[in-house]
């Protein structure tokens, strides 16, 4: 009988930053490596070691020994350093899909930059794994995962449920990966004993207790743990030790060995292992440290703003640049796509880390958006010439998959003469006072001047020195409608028309001083609180919600990882002696302003089993806006902390008859059960989403909308309440075995004024029947203005390089409102963009829903011919391509993308 395979892996699990920062954990990986390759160059017995699955850890040490580059690429190309294949260990659930992609496809192209990248889905310490993970693996030609959280198989020396380490993981589309759980961790070997006895023992008793959980014969020993080196003698331990080992062997080895011997023993042998389906996220004994949802939520604010600079507009407005024959300026994007990535990794997402490590997270997200901002004004000045404007306009840019009806806020400079270096001249002339839109069929748009100034504005040229202009600057609001999908429209603007009698307000048919209402939505503050409704075309209310907007307070006495409420605590519902105000109204928006204060115990006390007698007043100010012809209504939510050791929480009774809820995922609409109780013992009772919540009993929904707020419950009570988290408080990482250390944290303890953005869109039916992502994605991926026309030397270019017309002359070929891409069906767009590898312009859409989206239409602009892609964008397939439109079928909660060849 052949021995049994037990594979030692010699690794470390490499946080990049976390209990210390980034820049001294990275002396820590020098010296990691330069010991690795010295044990490599030096002991024949040391054969392989794995990097953690990722390739970040590469750049880190080249920045500090570029001269090393060419010893690493050589182990790795020889398979005995492997790397990927992501580029860093992110939080699933704390970033997009998207991001998620991106991380898989630099980590590719970085590890086949050295050799290849490791073939496994390695996911050692996330904090649970999102639903469409295993198709994500296999888009790119990855058919196994090993992981470290999300499932159980023991609970204490118990087996649960006669589950197994080895097992098939589904996502909700079919895709599988066969899977190990690491049950006894990523260092269950961590390091083997140096006397042969003790080696021996220690394997024999871990075999053993593997072995009662495990479906096969080979097993896996993780030989290293957080930021260990590499244990150089480890083969001369297995030596010696399998000299004494009966039915079984020691073997340096691989992840990928491993698992290949795990398909081939299930293969061989017919084993008939479980299949699991969805996202991997049992919180038993909370081992997924769902506290991290909301620990420093500044900082998931941040991120989501990021990911939608990138996703919604960096990468589409650059693809319709290029799609006009522009340069893609992919080495940038490249760039600020990985200084993003430097913020996901669970311990920096998560914001579980010391306050040093988040400072300089909020520096990295600083840096992105402004890398963002350039490369948008960029993209929209190369857009714009080629559109037919000869007056001066406000073009207005949409890059979701579908047309658009919302806000648009926009600040637009009127030149009042040429720019100087010294001395600007003004023509008082040209002064503008007042200001009105017209479509591109010539019908007026309702516009507000929120504000009017005179300043000098900075012009900068590529071969002068900066000068100034004297220009009229207005900050406007209008409503734009239908706006193309993945396109623009442009609103004339017409100077100083004539004065024109007031129109009717938003407020004016129902004004009681305290409702706002656009014939969609009404919001009116009553005794018991906010009433909000959904009108039906007589006016009539179809839906109502009573108490929306409250807010609730509870202590927390947990740590980054894990909310826990004090022993004795108090329950603070909503604010004292609110001020009740509409503070604007007009045609196209009203708000109403609720100001007050929450008074909350100042601190947890008696060794964090209570709450302060002592009370602070927090001040809150919430303004709720509707716009014409939206229906949403928008929330800004300010509150000035002042207190410590507490969660706050704003409330949405929803009134809506159901047990489940959905909400918004990674590729994915997830339903999930509305509950008093943990699922699982002691298990957190609320969960991650990405952009939205639904509650529907089929006739009405409630959707609650956020902007970078992904902590949420639905409490089992009569009304069904939705509760988002805004502020979680906590002053230390951790108070358990999470970190080494109950290292402080008072920057968690967010004392401070924090600003939150969400709404409220009360619909009809369903989710999918609804769309509610639509008015999700259209809330957090606002439609973009930009002027153009009439600008006296460089204004509107928005960048610090040459005028427009001095860089190029292109012909006005594009109609004043235009698609670069339309997409038919209830997908979802994802990603536009231009190809990694060469020059196909990149569609990735997907299926949310349950059911199959047939002949979905797909027509990208000047394309002559389309091929179905994976995720690694490399040639899958061919696709139904007539007439310059692609016709598809998208089965249920499949992400599909198509690579695109355009005539430029």
């Known amino acids: 009988m052949a021995k049994k395979n037990l594979h030692v892996i010699s690794h470390t699990h490499w946080d990049r930053e976390w209990y210390l920062t980034f820049q001294q954990f990275r002396m820590r990986l020098v010296d990691l490596v330069d010991n690795l390759l010295d044990a490599l160059d030096n002991n024949p017995d040391f054969k392989y070691f794995n990097f953690d699955g990722q390739t970040i850890v590469l750049e880190d040490y080249l920045e500090i020994h570029p001269e090393k580059e060419t010893k690493l690429a050589e182990y790795i190309k020889a398979g005995r350093i492997l790397v990927g294949p992501w580029y860093q260990l992110n939080d699933e659930y704390l970033v997009s899909g998207e991001s998620t992609v991106r991380s898989l496809l630099v980590g590719h192209r970085i590890a086949a930059k050295y050799g290849k990248p490791m073939k496994l889905g390695y996911l050692p310490d996330q904090f649970g794994n999102i639903s469409q993970m295993p198709q994500i693996f296999n888009g790119f030609g990855i058919?196994?995962?090993?992981?470290?959280?999300?499932?159980?198989?023991?609970?204490?020396?118990?087996?649960?449920d006669d589950r197994c380490m080895e097992f098939y993981w589904e996502s909700p589309d079919g895709s599988k990966v066969i899977t190990s759980l690491m049950a006894f961790w990523y260092n269950n070997a961590m390091r083997l004993p140096f006397d042969t006895d003790e080696a021996v023992a220690f394997t024999k008793e871990m075999k053993a207790k593997m072995e009662e959980l495990s479906a096969v014969d080979p097993l896996l020993f993780m030989n290293g743990v957080d930021h260990m080196e590499a244990q150089p003698n480890v083969g001369e331990i297995i030596g010696r030790a399998n000299k004494k080992l009966k039915d079984c062997k020691l073997v340096h080895s691989t992840l990928t060995a491993y698992m290949d011997e795990v398909k081939k023993y299930v293969n061989d042998n017919n084993v008939p292992l479980k299949t699991i389906k969805g996202e991997l996220r049992e919180d038993r004994w909370s081992s997924c440290l769902a506290g991290t949802l909301s620990s420093r939520i500044y900082l998931k604010?941040?991120?989501?703003?990021?990911?939608?600079?990138?996703?919604?507009?960096?990468?589409?407005?650059?693809?319709y640049a290029y799609m006009l024959g522009e340069k893609y300026p992919g080495e940038y994007i490249d760039y600020v796509w990985k200084l993003l990535m430097h913020n996901h990794p669970h311990d920096s997402s998560c914001g579980?880390?010391?306050?040093?490590?988040?400072?300089n997270m909020v520096d990295r997200f600083e840096q992105v958006e402004q890398v963002d901002e350039e490369l948008i004004a960029r993209a929209q000045a190369a857009i714009v010439p080629h559109i037919k404007v000869d007056d001066e306009a406000v073009v207005v840019f949409n890059n979701l998959g579908h047309a658009v009806t919302d806000k648009v806020v926009a600040v637009i400079d009127f030149s009042l003469g040429d720019s100087d270096r010294m001395d600007p001249k003004e023509d008082k002339s040209k002064d503008v006072?007042?200001?009105?839109?017209?479509?591109?069929?010539?019908?007026?748009v309702p516009v507000v001047v929120l504000s009017s100034e005179k300043i000098g504005k900075q012009i900068l040229h590529g071969h002068r020195l900066p000068e100034v202009m004297i220009v009229r600057r207005m900050k406007i609001a209008f409503v734009a409608e239908n706006v193309p999908s993945c396109g623009y429209g442009t609103f004339t603007i017409v100077k100083n028309p004539p004065i024109q009698p007031p129109c009717r307000s938003l407020v004016e048919d129902s004004y009681t001083g305290k409702t706002i209402s656009n014939g969609i939505v009404s919001l009116e503050y009553t005794a018991d609180g906010l009433v909000l409704e959904r009108l039906g075309k007589n006016g009539d209310a179809e839906y109502g919600a009573f108490g929306v907007g409250m807010f609730e307070d509870v202590g927390d006495v947990g740590d980054e990882y894990l909310h826990k409420e004090a022993l004795s605590d108090r329950r603070i519902i909503d604010l004292k002696n609110p001020n009740v105000s509409i503070i604007d109204h007009s045609p196209v928006f009203a708000t109403m302003r609720v100001e007050g204060v929450l008074r909350v115990p100042e601190s947890a006390v008696k060794n964090n089993t209570?709450?302060?007698e002592k009370l602070v007043d927090l001040p809150v100010v919430s303004e709720y806006t509707i716009w014409n012809g939206v229906p949403r209504v928008d929330v800004k939510t300010t509150i000035e902390n002042k207190a410590t050791d507490h969660r706050i929480r704003v409330l949405f009774p929803t009134e809506i008859d159901t047990d489940t809820v959905f909400c918004d995922g990674q590729f994915d609409v997830i339903e999930r059960p509305i509950s008093g109780e943990p699922l699982w013992k002691e298990a957190s009772t609320f969960y991650p989403q990405q952009k939205w919540i639904d509650l529907s009993d089929g006739d009405n929904g409630f959707c609650v909308i956020n902007k970078g707020l992904p902590e949420f419950e639905v409490y089992d009570d009569e009304s069904r309440t939705a509760a988002v988290t805004l502020l979680r408080c906590v002053g230390l990482i951790s108070g358990g075995a999470e970190a080494p250390g109950a290292q402080m944290t008072p920057e968690a303890q967010c004392i401070g004024t924090y600003t939150f953005e969400y709404a409220m869109y009360p619909h009809?039916?369903?989710?999918?029947?609804?769309r509610v992502w639509e008015q999700a994605n259209a809330f957090n991926a606002e439609l973009m203005p930009f002027k153009v026309g009439g600008n006296s030397r460089g204004e509107d270019k928005g960048y610090g390089g040459e005028d427009v017309a001095a860089r190029k002359i292109v012909k006005k070929?594009?109609?004043q409102d235009y698609s670069f891409?339309?997409?038919?069906?209830?997908?979802?767009?994802?990603?536009?963009?231009?190809?990694?590898?060469?020059?196909?312009?990149?569609?990735?859409?997907?299926?949310?829903?349950?059911r199959k989206q047939s002949g979905v239409k797909v027509a990208l602009a000047g394309a002559k011919k389309a091929v179905l892609l994976n995720l690694n964008e490399e040639v899958a397939g061919k696709v139904d391509f007539k007439g310059g439109v692609a016709t598809i079928d998208v089965p249920a909660k499949k992400i599909i993308t198509l690579g695109f060849e355009i005539k430029r």
């Open 143 to 160: 058919d196994n995962a090993i992981f470290g959280r999300g499932l159980q198989v023991r609970d204490g020396e118990e087996r649960i």
């Open 821 to 850: 891409l339309t997409i038919t069906g209830k997908v979802i767009l994802s990603a536009l963009k231009k190809a990694e590898d060469d020059d196909k312009v990149v569609v990735r859409l997907y299926n949310p829903a349950g």
């Open 610 to 612: 209570a709450r302060s």
């Open 433 to 444: 006072t007042r200001i009105a839109l017209k479509d591109s069929k010539g019908k007026d």
């Open 352 to 359: 579980c880390s010391i306050d040093a490590v988040h400072r």
């Open 301 to 319: 604010q941040s991120n989501a703003k990021s990911q939608t600079d990138l996703e919604n507009r960096v990468e589409p407005l650059n693809t």
């Open 813 to 815: 070929t594009l109609p």
């Open 764 to 770: 009809a039916g369903s989710w999918n029947g609804d």
